[in-house]
């Protein structure tokens, strides 16, 4: 049965999956949804011998299903390719009895890699189908890794422009020069002043501005988005959940059926969707974990019903998670209103306009799959400290939160299942913060420097997507403030 797409905020016509990847966003303003979830159609057995792009194929017919079997393993090939540093694409890594899905090892080393090396391929495919002859411009709001990661994929992709907004200062410095690195007559990067909220709110708004609009359409544009708002990158990041869980079968780490636990570091709130589109599917998950930096909305959110925005925005070493408006966390609302748009909608109109909405009992006796924690500054160095003194594997700020998090669930709950944690980025990309953790004396080295000497403590050698940046040109140096961002995208269209 084919999967249509609808919005979260209005009963508007439902859209092919195509489309609905074309758009982005719903001209409601509202997020696509599937109007169902297909469970998979080989059993787990079955999926435990497939390579990645094989799962991929299995997972991506399901959720996209106007795209042909060509097209989809066109996308598939040529997305899962030579880019990533290993044959396996996402391996997992045992350590004190858990298991790190290592999702970082394509070309940005951030588990935004996983969705973006194939979005590109994906809408170029969608607009053939579609018979778009606008040129699609990408706009990208980034904590810091999809930045980078949407830049890499769509650099000098053809009928495409890309624009990054990301805050000026909220990223690592190793995240800012690989953005600003980056090449391309087609990319564009914009630093503002404000945080990843002013950066997200501004490209929603120029998103659903019915004017601007008008305006591209006049000049042969259209707007389409790389963020997790956008279901193509939703559905490929429900590919590793399923890969891990036949790994894990494989490998006889578990037998078949058996529940595991799933635990995700979190900010967008996209990457533990997918995690739960993936339970939904069939995959055998108990809980799933959600686990905050300082910036703990989502832990409040999970433990009081009450969604409340209102609270100083931290900026953590986990920069990525610095977040307080979770764009994802719409779609679950929706789920657990009953799929009722108009309820949705009003929580929505409610967090805009007094920067909270508290859900009903009822919803709230929904998310029972969910259990939400967070882990402060010093928990999170003390993860990477701890877990690198003993066994020598070196964790990045954002696994540490999701590590350390797993740890006070587990001994808040005495649950046993295994657990699976989303190891979201190489530690190299955030190599201060994760050298501070594990000693203090490393401070005084510069960036690179430090990078050296991480590469020799993990034991580890420097990724590609490092040595790239040690020497490249700055080529971006935009910045603007955040009321600045619709002026700013005109100029670079030339509108
Ligand atoms: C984006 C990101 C996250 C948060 O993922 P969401 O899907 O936004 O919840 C966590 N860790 C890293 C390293 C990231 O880049």
Redesign the pocket.
Known sequence: MEVFYKSTRSNCDPVTASQAILKGLSDDGGLFVPDHIPTLDKSLKELSVMNYREVAYEVMKLMLSDFTEEELKNCINSAYDDKFDTEEIAPLVETQGDYYLELFHGKTI???DMALSILPHLMITAAKKNHVENEIVILTAT????GKAALAGFADVKGTRIIVFYPKNGVSPIQEKQMLTQKGDNTFVVGIHGNFDDAQTGVKKIFSDKELAKEMEAKGFQFSSAN?INIGRLVP?IVYYVYAYGKLLSEEQITEGEEINVV??????????AAFYAKQMGIPIHKLICASNDNKVLFDFLSTGTYDRNREFVLTT?P??D?LI?S?LERLIYRIAGEDAAKNAACMQELSTDGKYTITDSMKAQLADFYGNYATEAETAERIHDLYMDCGYVL?T??AVASAVARKYKKETGDTHKLLIAS??SPF?FSRSVMDAIDPKYDALEDFALVDELSKVANVSIPNAIEEIRTAPIVHDHICDKTEMKDIVKKFLQL
Do not use: E, Y
């Open positions: 951030a588990f935004k904590s810091g890794d999809t997790s990041q995700v570091p979190t900010g967008n709130f996209g990457n533990i969707l986990s990525s998670m977040i979770s994802n990045d954002h696994t979201t980025a990309k």
